[in-house]
Nanobody
Framework: VQLQASGGGLVQFGGRVTLSCAASGRTFSGYGMGWFRQAPGKEREFVSFISYSGSTYYADSVKGRFTGSRDNAKNMAYLQMNTLKPEDTAVYSC????????????????????WGQGTLVTVSS
């Protein structure tokens, strides 16, 4: 089972980027998907969660700017990031919820399995 996040890069202040998370090895259609980020020298923090049914939840710091989505047929999840700020600079990782069919958000990284290799987003000021 593998997850791979991609789509990061250097973005200007106020710009946008869409991250992708490709899952392989099994289907995750019944599981929520989470996005987390870790900035240099900081703890990993929750960014977004999308339930198996498509309900979305966001950290207050990104609410209104980021949008999560998923395509179960393709075993993919996405994070569209708009109006980017320098403080959004971090390595972004996707992960699969441990619990089948969870409908409420969990921001605890320990509730996730199958962490993918992250992708770096750098926002220039």
């Amino acid at each position: 089972v593998q997850l791979q996040a991609s789509g990061g890069g250097l973005v200007q202040f106020g710009g946008r980027v869409t991250l992708s998370c490709a899952a392989s090895g099994r289907t995750f259609s019944g599981y929520g998907m989470g996005w987390f980020r870790q900035a240099p020298g900081k703890e990993r923090e929750f960014v977004s969660f999308i339930s198996y049914s498509g309900s979305t939840y966001y950290a207050d710091s990104v609410k209104g700017r980021f949008t999560g989505s998923r395509d179960n047929a393709k075993n993919m999840a996405y994070l569209q990031m708009n109006t980017l700020k320098p403080e959004d600079t971090a390595v972004y990782s996707c992960a699969v919820d441990r619990r089948l069919g969870r409908t409420y958000v969990t921001i605890n990284p320990n509730d996730y399995d199958y962490w993918g290799q992250g992708t770096l987003v750098t926002v220039s000021s």
